[in-house]
């Protein structure tokens, strides 16, 4: 009776875990590989968010860290405190050595599955959306740019988060969703700067599916706006926050900003490229010496 009991639970516990979470599973495990391979050791100024990470584990109190919260330019004058804090969580639950440091790539990575999933089957059949998230899952590039120990890899988990935000106030569109919603844009001006570019994509996302005609609509929006201004409004007030995130676009370099030309070849130029950057990549960096995709 014990055995066929349990083997009863086995099966009800085995079908009521969602196929995602094993291919979240698998994404841990394979971009966990060889994590502390010598191969991975370094790849230039990366230390940086190793010794500031190990900082506020060893070093900061709650007072110091609530001072610093909303601090943008604690790294190469670019970065937000928040960044690094949530690398510094990672260090302090594991160890605040090259383990632990490179887990919260990894693990905000293999996090952006779930919210990807859920995005994806807003559109799709549920088979195309696990499809989807299993080839994230075993993505080569993933498995080695997960490694690196900058904050680049939050822009994915900011991506995730974001669109699965937009995906549910499109679905349910009520003012505790719109408020999620608000949060996931605020989180993008805290996270990698890149994940700045993820905005207007979820707001023409937004514009298309659930455009503000009506009143209640018009009125979730602006919850979303201002949910959005309360938790982004202690970066706009720091002007080097300004500064860093436009050195990070065409605007900041010179060359491609002194004309219209300049400016539209430089932009017409990367999307030629970026439509065959999932075949090969032209340099070696960041671990990674491979196209985007794989052969699949």
Not at 225 to 254: I, M
Request: charged share 10%; hydrophobic share 55%.
């Amino acid at each position: 009776i014990f055995r066929c009991g349990g083997y009863k639970i086995y099966h009800l516990f085995r079908r009521r875990i969602h196929p995602i979470f094993w291919i979240v599973s698998l994404a841990l495990l394979l971009f966990t590989v060889n994590v502390n391979a010598w191969q991975f050791s370094i790849i230039g100024d990366e230390y940086a968010f190793s010794i500031f990470g190990r900082d506020i584990v060893e070093k900061q109190d709650l007072v110091q860290v609530g001072k610093l919260l909303f601090r943008d330019n604690v790294i190469y004058g670019k970065f937000t405190y928040i960044s690094s804090l949530l690398q510094a969580l990672f260090m302090k639950l594991f160890d605040t050595q090259n383990f632990g440091w490179r887990l919260s790539s990894i693990y905000a990575s293999a996090s952006a599955i779930v919210f990807l999933h859920f995005f994806f089957r807003t559109f799709v059949r549920e088979w195309v959306a696990l499809t989807a998230s299993f080839l994230i899952a075993v993505s080569h590039y993933l498995m080695t740019f997960s490694k690196i120990g900058y904050n680049n890899t939050q822009a994915l988990f900011a991506l995730g988060v974001l669109f699965a935000a937009t995906a549910w106030a499109i679905t349910r569109p009520r003012p505790i969703t719109f408020v999620v919603l608000g949060m996931a844009l605020a989180f993008c001006f805290y996270a990698y700067p890149s994940s700045l570019y993820l905005i207007p994509l979820a707001l023409f996302l937004l514009l298309l599916y659930a455009p503000p005609r009506s009143p209640s609509l018009l009125r979730q929006w602006g919850i979303a706006f201002l949910t959005t201004f309360v938790f982004a409004f202690p970066l706009w007030l720091q002007p080097q926050f300004w500064e860093a995130k436009l050195l990070g676009t065409f605007l900041g370099n010179s060359q491609v900003a002194s004309s219209y030309l300049t400016t539209l070849k430089n932009i017409g130029l990367n999307l030629l490229y970026s439509f065959y950057s999932f075949i090969y990549i032209p340099q070696e960096s960041h671990f990674v010496s491979v196209s985007y995709a794989d052969a699949l």
